[in-house]
């Protein structure tokens, strides 16, 4: 992970590649940001600047001073999550194989994979579905500590850094935290901490005070342009299409990057469904959840996402409020005629019930099942009157 390669915090990754060229890089910090923000991937790309054999510099003329050099070494192995000097604590519980006294450590291949597989957009859910530990809750152990004071105890493999990334700190089971205050507090030289975190609230004072607070804000539309702009070839139309649908957040647009089509990604999709739950056509819902079914359950959350701002826009439309509705022009033709349908009579349910649907596909339920019951039930909501 490159610095390059992350939307938008142009100013923390120069405050973060400054620390590293003034040899003062502080050994225990805590990157702070909203779930699904970039926090964990700049953890990563920070680690990868510091152990990169051979650094570059850009002066200011992209905005980012320097960043690793992606091809050393040290960076191949920081690609694929593998570095020795690189280790990761997490939040773990009991599963079908490990069925007593978990730790991190265990669970590796899926993490890497994991990280891997969502550009290091991973949340807590999503962590504890793939390694299916149902209803349980994840947590920092005892153990985990313990293999934390260990492995700091062993000398790193190239001479450098080592780096220990904890992830989602907020989950640190309150017997672990001595042990890992203790080591925040006499560190082994050449050692960084980065501990991840949502909420501050949930973490130990002790901790927080023990760390250097790093936080990230919200991204901004230019952030994403700019970054779409630099990456791919688009047009302004698609660009701004996909603007309003990461609403904020980066990892809403990541499964549709790949999406050669001009037209907002879901949009062909999303307005066919409510046509067929709109005339209740029974067979052609099954038929259409069928094909939803099939673009993965990533991209199906992300499909519902995209549904629920179109249904938002539709409401503000109908209340003449078209100055808050952000769409491209196909989009907006679809929302000016959908509006009528859309009131606040029914926007409380039909949210509802796109929501209920992305949390069943989360939590494993039959895709094409889930989205056959929405869709019926959004279609008995059209038809109510105003
Ligand atoms: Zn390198």
């Known amino acids: 992970m490159q610095f390059k390669d992350i939307v938008g915090h142009i100013e923390l990754k120069n405050r973060l590649i400054q620390t590293v060229l003034n040899h003062r890089v502080s050994h225990a910090q805590l990157f702070l940001g909203a779930e699904g923000s970039e926090k964990l991937s700049l953890a990563i790309a920070y680690a990868q600047f510091i152990a990169c054999k051979n650094k570059q510099f850009y002066g200011d003329i992209h905005g980012l001073q320097a960043d690793s050099c992606g091809s050393c070494p040290s960076c191949m192995k920081y690609h694929k999550l593998a570095h020795p000097d690189l280790h990761f604590i997490f939040p773990v519980a009991t599963n079908k194989n490990i069925t007593s006294k978990p730790v991190s450590s265990q669970f590796l291949t899926e993490w890497r994979k994991a990280l891997l597989e969502s550009n290091c957009y991973l949340n807590l859910n999503e ?34 850094y080592k780096v220990m990334i904890i992830w989602m700190v907020e989950k640190l089971y309150h017997a672990a935290a001595p042990k890992l205050l203790k080591i925040l507090e006499e560190p082994p030289e050449k050692t960084l901490f980065i501990l991840i975190a949502e909420d501050t609230n949930s ?85 259409k959840s069928d094909e939803l079914a099939k673009i993965g359950r990533e ?49 409380t349910p039909i949210s509802e019930i796109l929501n209920e649907a992305g949390s069943h596909i989360e939590r494993n339920v039959s895709s094409k099942l889930v989205m056959t019951d929405s869709l019926l039930r959004i279609g008995q909501w059209l038809q109510m009157p105003k």
């Open 299 to 347: 991209n199906l959350k992300a499909f519902l996402e995209y549904g629920l701002r179109i249904v938002r826009m539709c409401l503000y439309q109908g209340m003449g409020r078209s100055e808050l509705v952000k769409s491209s022009h196909q989009e907006l033709e679809f929302i000016q005629k959908f509006s009528r349908f859309i009131h606040t009579n029914n926007i």
């Open 203 to 287: 973490i130990l004072k002790t901790i927080l005070s023990r760390t250097q607070l790093l936080k990230l804000l919200p991204l901004q539309s230019e952030d994403i342009s700019q970054y779409l702009n630099s990456n791919f070839q688009m047009s302004a139309e698609k660009t701004e299409a996909l603007i309003n649908l990461a609403d904020g957040n980066f990892k809403n647009i990541i499964p549709v990057l790949s999406n050669q089509s001009e037209n907002p990604p879901y949009f062909e999709d999303f307005r066919g469904a409510m046509l067929l739950a709109y005339k209740s056509d029974f067979r052609g819902i099954t038929q």
């Open 127 to 160: 962590w504890y579905e793939k390694i299916g530990i149902e209803n349980k809750q994840g947590r920092i152990g005892v153990d985990d500590a313990n293999q934390i004071i260990k492995t700091l105890s062993m000398s790193s493999y190239e001479g450098e």
